[in-house]
């Protein structure tokens, strides 16, 4: 038995996962070549586990431009996942209107493994929009959505996810200190939401507050994003408070209570 199947990992689903990843981040398509060269796997391989994913809807080849792309029943699969969290189906509604109000997009994201996953979004209707997609991934420390839920953690937890994740620069404007981080954490609970200043994406800014449960624990955030060009600094106070107001509606509408920080 290979030693995979003896840790719990079957090689060849293990392998597909890894191809279905690479589909999905990369939404104009791969062609075979690509997509072996960036897994490691060979030519056959590659088409073998494509060609059986095919089959199954998970993947799709389109003969006019002779790419590989995600598959509907992938996203079948996905939106269940996004079904099962009961906060996001009640969300749609703030985040069309924030969408509305802002004329920028409008983000949905929840916390795992040390980052801030989109899981739902309302896109701006702008020419140029937000480059952030539907199932991006981004370091806690260096999110406008992540530093709104680091703002409701204890010292102990935010030093957790900082030695998790480290505060390593990803662009010019990236925290990479700690007093810099937890200064613009106590501005969060003072004023009831963050921002992200191009630390992620360069020319990207975006504003951020926290969704709360009943027992005044962070289930998600909301943000809007957008071009540096619109989302300029004269603009952000304003955004900010109504970033604070919708969060703190939607909560409500969830039968959510906000830590008492919150509320002073």
């Known amino acids: 038995m290979a030693s995979d199947e003896l840790h719990g990992r079957v090689q060849s689903v293990d392998r597909a996962m890894v191809l279905l990843e690479a589909l999905g981040n990369n939404e104009q398509g791969h062609r075979l070549t690509d997509l072996s060269r960036q897994t490691g796997l060979s030519l056959t391989t590659v088409h073998r586990l494509l060609t059986t994913l095919e089959q199954r809807r998970f993947v799709q080849f389109t003969n006019s431009d002779n790419l590989w792309h995600i598959g509907r029943q992938a996203f079948s699969v996905g939106s269940a996942y996004v079904r099962d969290r009961n906060f996001s189906a009640p969300a749609l509604p703030f985040l069309r209107r924030l969408r509305d109000q802002t004329r920028e997009t409008a983000n949905l994201g929840i916390v795992e493994d040390g ?3 989109i899981i739902n979004q309302i896109e701006s209707r702008e020419i140029m929009r937000a480059i952030s997609r539907i199932g991006g991934r981004t370091p806690m ?3 406008g959505m992540g530093k709104a839920v680091l703002a409701s953690y204890t010292d102990a937890d ?4 900082v030695n998790r ?3 390593r620069k990803i662009t010019r404007t990236t925290l990479t200190c700690r007093d ?9 609970r003072l004023n009831h939401y963050t921002v992200d200043d191009e630390e992620f994406v360069q020319g990207l800014r975006c504003v951020a507050a ?3 449960n009943n027992q005044s624990e962070v289930v998600c955030a909301i943000s809007i994003s957008g071009l540096l060009a619109r989302m300029n600094w004269d603009r952000i106070p304003a955004l900010g408070r109504l970033l604070a107001d919708t969060a703190a509606e939607l909560t409500q509408a969830l039968g959510g209570t906000a830590p008492s920080f919150a509320t002073d």
């Open 180 to 188: 810099a981080l937890d200064a613009q954490l106590k501005a969060a």
């Open 115 to 117: 980052e801030i996953v």
């Open 210 to 212: 926290a969704v709360y």
């Open 141 to 143: 420390v260096a999110s």
């Open 165 to 167: 994740c480290s505060l």
């Open 158 to 161: 935010v030093t957790s996810v």
